[in-house]
C-alpha cells in the first residue's frame, strides 16, 4: 500500500490524505461495493426492524466502541449518527485515518475499529463472540473478511478488541450516552466526552 489515495479498501476517500470507514452493527455488503472512484465503500446498517425505530442504549454503544477505539488507535472518529434518517439510511460512525500512518499497521488497526463494535455489544449484552458478531456484527464481520479476515484471526481480533473496550469502558460509556441523546456527535464532541470520562476515573 504505497499510496493510500489509489489502494482499493473498505474505507470510503473523503478528505484529502485521508481514508474514511463507515463502521456499524448489521449491515449487509453495501450497494456501492466494489470501490467507487474514491476507492472507498460506503457499510451502513442495514436492518430488518422499522427504520424509524427509536435508537437503544445498545446501539449506541456498539457505535461509540468504534469511535472511542478508533481515536484510541490514532483514527479519527468523525462523526456518530444513530438518526435513521440520514443519507447511509442507518447509524454509523464515520473513521478517517491521516496520510501519514504505516501501510503495515493499517490493516491490523481497521480490523480492530471493525470488530469493536460487536465486541463492546459482547460486554453490554453478555454474549459470546459467535453470538455478537452474528447477532449485532454481521456488518462488521463482513468488513473483516473483505480484509481477509476470517476464523482464528477473527476470534483473536474480537478478543484484543474486547480488550481494549474494557479499557476505555467509561469513555465508551460517555460518548454512546451523549450520542443516545443527541443523535449526532461530531469529532469534537466525541473527543470531548474521551477526555471528561477520562478525568472523571482519573479522580
Given amino acids: 500500500m504505497t499510496d493510500q489515495k489509489k489502494t482499493p479498501a473498505p474505507m470510503a476517500v473523503g478528505v484529502?490524505?485521508?481514508?474514511k470507514t463507515f463502521c456499524n452493527a448489521h449491515s449487509s455488503r453495501c450497494p456501492t461495493f466494489p470501490p467507487d472512484e474514491n476507492h472507498g465503500t460506503?457499510?451502513?446498517?442495514?436492518?430488518?426492524?422499522?427504520?424509524?425505530?427509536?435508537p437503544s442504549m445498545h446501539t449506541a454503544i456498539h457505535e461509540a466502541a468504534h469511535a472511542v477505539v478508533a481515536a484510541s488507535l490514532g483514527a479519527f472518529a468523525e462523526y456518530i449518527?444513530?438518526?435513521?434518517?440520514?443519507?447511509?439510511?442507518?447509524?454509523?460512525?464515520?473513521?478517517?485515518?491521516?496520510?501519514?500512518?504505516d501501510?503495515?499497521?493499517?490493516?491490523?488497526?481497521?480490523?480492530l475499529i471493525f470488530?469493536?463494535?460487536?465486541?463492546?455489544?459482547?460486554?453490554?449484552?453478555?454474549?459470546?463472540?459467535?453470538?455478537?458478531m452474528l447477532v449485532t456484527g454481521k456488518g462488521d464481520m463482513e468488513n473483516m473478511q473483505e480484509l481477509g479476515v476470517e476464523g482464528e484471526e477473527m476470534f483473536n481480533a474480537f478478543t484484543q478488541?474486547?480488550?481494549?473496550?474494557?479499557?476505555?469502558?467509561?469513555?465508551?460509556?460517555e460518548v454512546a450516552q451523549r450520542s443516545l441523546k443527541r443523535g449526532d456527535l461530531l469529532e469534537s464532541e466525541i473527543v470531548m466526552a474521551m477526555l471528561e470520562a477520562r478525568e472523571v476515573g482519573d479522580e
Fill in 16 to 19: 484529502e490524505g485521508s481514508e
Fill in 42 to 54: 460506503h457499510c451502513h446498517k442495514r436492518s430488518a426492524t422499522p427504520a424509524r425505530r427509536k
Fill in 81 to 101: 449518527t444513530l438518526k435513521s434518517d440520514n443519507e447511509q439510511g442507518n447509524p454509523h460512525c464515520l473513521v478517517s485515518w491521516p496520510a501519514y500512518i
Fill in 103 to 111: 501501510p503495515a499497521m493499517l490493516r491490523e488497526r481497521k480490523v
Fill in 115 to 132: 470488530a469493536a463494535g460487536p465486541a463492546a455489544s459482547a460486554i453490554h449484552m453478555h454474549m459470546g463472540w459467535v453470538t455478537s
Fill in 161 to 173: 478488541a474486547k480488550r481494549i473496550c474494557r479499557q476505555v469502558w467509561p469513555q465508551i460509556l
